[in-house]
């Protein structure tokens, strides 16, 4: 008599960033049973970053559980080919090249991994758990080190022929512009992403002898500048103004072509509140196509971005066909 395969009613879920690796242990019903995390950029060596993440996910499976009960793991990274497990060559991580992420992964874990866009992933952790439940037809962005972003069509992720769709941040939206990280000139990504925000900042107080909180700082961020504008700082104000009019440009083009119901805005730039949506708003509608005005809703993301991401890696981790070494 054949014995009933023991049903595995756990995943893994991995959130790769550039400043940041955050894993979880994800049980069937979505609830997070245990997490932790670590620096990315104190590994600039691909092979030292996998060992670090496989003895980190292997510890703490054994901590909590044991590995028999782990069915797959799923990895949301930037630059991600979700149809091949590849990495390409992030723009804000020190790893260049094809970087057969799932397959490395797999081959040190024995366990099936998947792998998806961080913007691909976000987008699942919204619909399954967060503002875009029940919608079929929306857009997330996500907002951070770059700008990324990802579709759904009548409830289906729009992937593209090799799984690189979505990448909004690399959309030219000025003619001989900024040169951005991927090499190219005039990204939005340049404007929208963290060093983008940063440069503007810098760019306004070089052309202007207008006092600013923004002087004292050594180190400036968008959190920083955000809170200055809570100061009433004009010329962080500025910086958010402008960002949100190359923001909103770059959304309205984007929504011209699939006509979402909703725009979802995620990640740290996100938090930047009033200082970056009002401005936003003013250019979407400036610039989309009539029939949409005042028809699309643009949102900011009500779930806490490590633990979204790590939801929507396992949602991919389910999905993925079950493979194991341990069979």
Same mark, same amino acid.
């Given at each position: 008599?054949?014995?009933?395969?023991?049903?595995?009613?756990?995943?893994?879920?991995?959130?790769?960033?550039?400043?940041?690796?955050?894993?979880?242990?994800?049980?069937?019903?979505?609830?997070?049973?245990?997490?932790?995390?670590?620096? #990315?950029?104190?590994?600039?060596?691909?092979?030292?970053? &996998?060992?670090?993440?496989?003895?980190?996910?292997?510890?703490? &499976?054994?901590?909590?559980?044991?590995?028999?009960?782990?069915?797959?793991? *799923?990895? !949301?990274?930037? !630059?991600?080919?979700?149809?091949?497990?590849?990495?390409?060559?992030?723009?804000?991580?020190?790893?260049?090249?094809?970087?057969?992420?799932?397959?490395?992964?797999?081959?040190?874990?024995? /366990?099936? &991994?998947?792998?998806?866009?961080?913007?691909?992933?976000?987008?699942? *952790?919204?619909?399954?758990?967060? !503002?875009?439940?029940?919608?079929?037809?929306?857009?997330?962005?996500?907002?951070?080190?770059? +700008?990324?972003?990802?579709?759904?069509?009548?409830?289906?992720?729009?992937? *593209?022929?090799?799984?690189?769709?979505?990448?909004?941040?690399?959309?030219?939206?000025?003619?001989?512009?900024?040169?951005?990280?991927?090499?190219?000139?005039?990204?939005?990504?340049?404007? #929208?992403?963290?060093?983008?925000?940063?440069?503007?900042?810098?760019?306004?107080?070089?052309?202007?002898?207008?006092?600013?909180?923004?002087?004292?700082?050594?180190?400036?961020?968008?959190?920083?500048?955000?809170?200055?504008?809570?100061?009433?700082?004009? /010329?962080?104000?500025?910086?958010?103004?402008?960002?949100?009019?190359? /923001?909103?440009?770059?959304?309205?083009?984007?929504?011209?072509?699939?006509?979402?119901?909703?725009?979802?805005?995620?990640?740290?730039?996100?938090?930047?509140?009033?200082?970056?949506?009002?401005? #936003?708003?003013? !250019?979407?509608?400036?610039?989309?196509?009539? +029939?949409?005005?005042?028809?699309?809703?643009?949102?900011?993301?009500?779930?806490?971005?490590?633990?979204?991401?790590?939801?929507?890696?396992?949602?991919?981790?389910?999905?993925?066909?079950?493979?194991?070494?341990?069979?």
């Amino acid at each position: 008599m054949e014995m009933e395969e023991e049903f595995k009613s756990r995943v893994v879920g991995v959130d790769l960033s550039s400043d940041r690796t955050t894993y979880a242990i994800v049980d069937i019903r979505g609830r997070i049973i245990a997490s932790s995390y670590f620096e #990315t950029d104190k590994y600039p060596d691909i092979n030292d970053y &996998v060992s670090k993440l496989t003895d980190e996910i292997i510890n703490l &499976v054994e901590a909590n559980g044991g590995y028999g009960i782990i069915r797959s793991v *799923g990895i !949301s990274v930037p !630059s991600a080919c979700d149809i091949l497990g590849r990495m390409v060559s992030p723009p804000n991580l020190p790893w260049k090249g094809n970087i057969p992420l799932a397959a490395m992964m797999r081959d040190r874990m024995g /366990l099936a &991994v998947a792998l998806g866009n961080d913007a691909y992933v976000a987008a699942l *952790g919204e619909q399954v758990y967060g !503002s875009a439940h029940g919608m079929k037809n929306f857009i997330v962005v996500a907002l951070s080190s770059g +700008t990324g972003s990802c579709f759904f069509s009548d409830g289906h992720a729009h992937m *593209g022929f090799e799984g690189f769709s979505g990448e909004l941040g690399h959309v030219c939206i000025e003619n001989e512009g900024r040169l951005c990280g991927c090499g190219s000139r005039g990204c939005l990504e340049a404007y #929208t992403g963290t060093k983008g925000i940063i440069y503007t900042a810098q760019e306004l107080m070089a052309n202007s002898d207008e006092p600013s909180l923004m002087r004292d700082v050594e180190h400036l961020s968008p959190r920083i500048i955000k809170e200055c504008c809570d100061k009433g700082d004009a /010329l962080a104000i500025e910086t958010f103004r402008r960002t949100g009019e190359y /923001l909103g440009l770059g959304l309205a083009n984007y929504a011209s072509l699939v006509n979402p119901q909703a725009i979802i805005l995620t990640g740290g730039i996100s938090h930047a509140g009033k200082w970056l949506l009002e401005p #936003t708003r003013v !250019s979407f509608e400036k610039h989309v196509f009539y +029939t949409m005005r005042d028809r699309v809703k643009i949102l900011v993301s009500k779930l806490d971005g490590h633990e979204r991401d790590v939801l929507g890696a396992s949602v991919l981790a389910w999905e993925v066909p079950e493979y194991s070494l341990f069979k």
